[in-house]
């Protein structure tokens, strides 16, 4: 993942990787909770824009007995957040609206189906599918780890769609090759091969045949 723009050379923001995340209402609130982590500890990473969907806020609650917006980042995290900033999905008049806000990508885990037809289609009603449409159109990094099983029409176009415009679908399917002991171990190895996706490539990630 590219660093965003020196100060000098954009006239504003940070020279490290600034970055936005979404968590939405798809199963999968852990593998969420695994990248707000591992962000959070990347010395790389000067800043990450967090939105939940408020349908998230149902799914995270139920997935990891986590309930409410409020101190949400430092429930998630386990820790104060020292670089995770929350912004409302309502809040569309947050910087990360704006191409002219840098970034360095979006990444949208786990993204579920509505959010997905959102972004492919370009509602941008929404600060999560506005901020998806804007790295898009900028030609920054957008990648959507879409999660749902079956797949319908819909939802295979909308991913087609998606792509066709620039974005990775990133699918919420974690490897077992690395034979995890539980969903934490499920899920942080997950990350681990988003982030190096994003160029971000994380110490203790599981590389096959590195043994
Ligand atoms: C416990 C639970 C699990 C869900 N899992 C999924 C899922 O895996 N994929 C999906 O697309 N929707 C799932 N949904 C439905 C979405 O939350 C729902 O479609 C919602 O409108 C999505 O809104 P959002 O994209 O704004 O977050 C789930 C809902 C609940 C309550």
Not at 15 to 38: H, M
Not at 133 to 155: A, F, G, M, S, Y
Request: glycine residues 10%.
């Amino acid at each position: 993942m590219r660093q965003t723009k020196k100060p000098s050379e954009s006239g504003s923001g940070p020279g490290g990787v600034e970055l936005t995340v979404a968590i939405t209402g798809a199963s999968g609130a852990v593998f969420g909770r695994w990248l707000l982590r591992a962000l959070e500890a990347d010395e790389r990473v000067e800043r990450v824009h967090f939105v939940a969907s408020e349908n998230s806020l149902r799914v995270i609650a139920e997935e990891l007995g986590v309930s409410g917006r409020s101190g949400l980042v430092e429930k998630l995290v386990g820790a104060k957040p020292k670089k995770i900033i929350q912004h409302a999905d309502a809040d569309i008049g947050a910087g990360i609206a704006s191409g002219s806000h840098p970034s360095s990508g979006m990444i949208v885990l786990p993204c579920s189906m509505g959010t997905l037809a959102a972004i492919a289609n370009g509602l941008a009603n929404s600060l999560i599918a506005r901020a998806a449409d804007v790295t898009l159109k900028e030609r920054r990094p957008l990648v959507l780890c879409v999660r749902e099983t079956p797949l319908n029409r819909i939802h295979l176009r909308n991913m087609t769609l998606a792509a066709e415009a620039g974005a990775t679908i990133f699918p919420v399917i974690p490897a077992f090759y690395n034979k995890p002991l539980d969903s934490d171990e499920m899920a942080r190895q997950f990350v681990c091969r988003v982030l190096a996706h994003v160029g971000l490539a994380q110490a203790g990630a599981y590389v096959w045949g590195e043994d």
